[in-house]
């Protein structure tokens, strides 16, 4: 099973920007997508953002689209996700996870369709 770490989250101020990472285990990375996902207190977690790994294809949460980018780096097996014009309402705790391969019962914005996950890193934004 893929190993996921997060860095990077922490405390800005609204409008700030911050740049999630998220380095894989394995050297050999052949994994389907990777997608972050966030959650705040209270609510159930929500996708944020989905790439392909071999074409690079990506997908967004309605609300972060023009503001968050999602990428990676091959070579260094890492997925980052670049925070910019970052809101309050974009406080939570943001997991990377990895998709090993398609699945039939969840479309890639559901959690269920994901096999690894990291421990997760705190974003706060302050008002």
């Known amino acids: 099973q893929v190993q996921l770490v997060e860095s990077g989250g922490g405390l800005v101020q609204a409008g700030g920007s911050l740049r999630l990472s998220c380095a894989a285990s394995e050297r050999t990375f052949s994994s389907y997508r990777m997608g972050w996902f966030r959650q705040a207190p209270g609510k159930e977690r929500e996708f944020v953002a989905a790439?392909?790994?071999?074409?690079?294809?990506?997908d967004y949460l309605d609300s972060v689209k023009g503001r968050f980018t999602i990428s990676r780096d091959v070579a260094k097996n890492t997925v980052y996700l670049q925070m910019n014009s970052l809101k309050p309402e974009d406080t939570a705790v943001y997991y990377c996870?990895?998709?090993?391969?398609?699945?039939?019962?969840?479309?890639?914005?559901?959690?269920?369709?994901?096999?690894?996950w990291g421990q997760g890193t705190q974003v706060t934004v302050s008002s």
């Open positions: 790439i392909r790994w071999i074409t690079g294809g990506t």
């Open positions: 996870a990895v998709q090993g391969s398609y699945s039939e019962t969840y479309t890639y914005k559901e959690a269920g369709a994901y096999d690894s």
